[in-house]
T-cell receptor
């Protein structure tokens, strides 16, 4: 069974203090690793898809990387508006050719001024 | 705005009752997914429909059912409600059936069982 583990559970940073969030996964065959951002009271917002080891994607202060066992979300010089819960998920294949996301429990990030 | 619309935003009801949650996917998206989010379990996949057909079933209770209509909107029906069913229910949609397509989420329905 696919498993996704995120660490740390919570992270507090000062504005400008760069850091990384970790997502470890075990899957029978990777069909896509996804990063989402979730603000309180809102649905998850899509950030990145990574498909193969060595792949990297960037968006503003965020950079996602992928190895065969882990993905990292690097946050460079974060701002208070980057505060949110960051969710990692892998795509799971079901018997009737269906797909769904298997999520980790998330990292709650707080960036203080 | 993801383009996925969920109604109602909040629902308060009692144990034993039945409710229906509604989802309109993004324009052009054929797949609809339902997820449940609770504090202790995180986001859990319930069920997927593609162009009106059920394609994947996750941790969905027998008391719960869903369908996708010809206009592609979907409804999640929850019956014989229990206190433990209190959660956020999210709908997501994607273009089709390709594995690396992202799912786009609505803002959810918060269900409270009293």
């Amino acid at each position: 069974e696919d498993q996704v583990t995120q660490s740390p559970e919570a992270l507090r940073l000062q504005e400008g203090e760069s850091s990384s969030l970790n997502c470890s996964y075990t899957v029978s065959g990777l069909r896509g690793l996804f990063w989402y951002r979730q603000d309180p009271g809102k649905g998850p917002e899509f950030l990145f898809t990574l498909y193969s080891a060595g792949e990297e994607k960037e968006k503003e202060r965020l950079k996602a990387t992928l190895t065969k066992k882990e993905s990292f979300l690097h946050i460079t010089a974060p701002k208070p508006e980057d505060s949110a819960t960051y969710l990692c998920a892998v795509q799971a294949l079901y018997s009737n050719s269906g797909y769904a996301l298997n999520f980790g429990k998330g990292t709650s990030l707080l960036v203080t001024p | 705005d993801s383009g996925v619309t969920q109604t109602p935003k909040h629902l308060i009801t009692a144990t034993g009752q039945r409710v229906t949650l509604r989802c309109s996917p993004r324009s052009g998206d054929l797949s609809v997914y339902w997820y449940q989010q609770s504090l202790d379990q995180g986001l859990q996949f319930l069920i997927q429909y593609y162009n009106g057909e059920e394609r994947a079933k996750g941790n969905i209770l027998e008391r719960f059912s869903a369908q996708q209509f010809p206009d592609l909107h979907s409804e999640l029906n929850l019956s014989s409600l229990e206190l433990g069913d209190s959660a956020l229910y999210f709908c997501a949609s994607s273009v089709g059936q390709v594995s690396n397509q992202p799912q786009h989420f609505g803002d959810g329905t918060r269900l409270s069982i009293l």
